[in-house]
């Protein structure tokens, strides 16, 4: 049996950091990858400065929708997840992006041709999550997906600029579609 350790980190401001940090867990939301809360993966044990630098210039770049909070301030939260292999999905994986890829061309013609909002790409990825279990379940496995990784579109850090350039303007990001994976959440 495999459990991954996963490090990651969140930026948010300090009103909703503080509240996080208290209950040990996230308030899940939607998103262009689906439901759940989003954490920029960190590469190593020691040294989290890149993942933090997302964290940080992604909320910096959300900050219009922190300002009428008690305080506004941005800060980082640092994460470390542990999650059972079974519950763990890799969308970046060659064989389950193509798996993804083949289910958006069976739903092709149900999403037409305008552009989705976060909403609707939360619907598409609850859908292909339901139905990896029900995959499952039928091999008898009765269990969801908690934890899968993806490609986002990652923040311009100046100081990154070779990094955001060859990563295609990406970095790694878990989407946590269930708070019972968190061990440690900590500003």
């Known amino acids: 049996i495999t459990v991954f350790c996963i490090r990651c980190t969140h930026g948010t401001w300090r009103t909703y950091a503080d509240d ?20 920029w993966q960190s590469h190593s044990s020691d040294d989290w400065g890149y993942a933090q630098k997302l964290a940080i210039t992604y909320a910096m770049h959300n900050s219009k929708r922190f300002k009428n909070e008690n305080d506004p301030s941005i800060c980082w939260l640092k994460c470390i997840l542990s999650v059972h292999e079974s519950r ?3 969308l970046v994986c060659h064989e389950h992006y193509g798996f993804f890829l083949s289910f958006l061309d069976k739903i092709r013609n149900r999403l037409g041709h305008e ?4 909403y609707r790409w939360t619907d598409i990825y609850n859908a292909f999550f339901s139905m990896i279990k029900d995959v499952k379940k039928n091999n008898g496995l ?45 500003r």
């Not at 552009?115 to 976060?118: A, E, F, V």
């Not at 990094?163 to 946590?176: F, H, M, W």
């Open 20 to 39: 996080i940090v208290r209950n040990q867990k996230f308030n899940l939301g939607h998103g262009r990858h689906g439901f759940g809360a989003y954490l």
């Open 88 to 90: 763990f999905y890799d």
């Open 115 to 118: 552009s989705l909002n976060k």
């Open 142 to 186: 009765d269990e969801d997906i908690d934890v899968y990784y993806v490609l986002a579109e990652a923040p311009f850090i100046k100081e990154h600029k070779i990094l955001y350039i060859t990563t295609n303007k990406s970095a790694g990001c878990y989407v946590v579609r269930n708070n019972d994976v968190f061990t440690k959440i900590e």
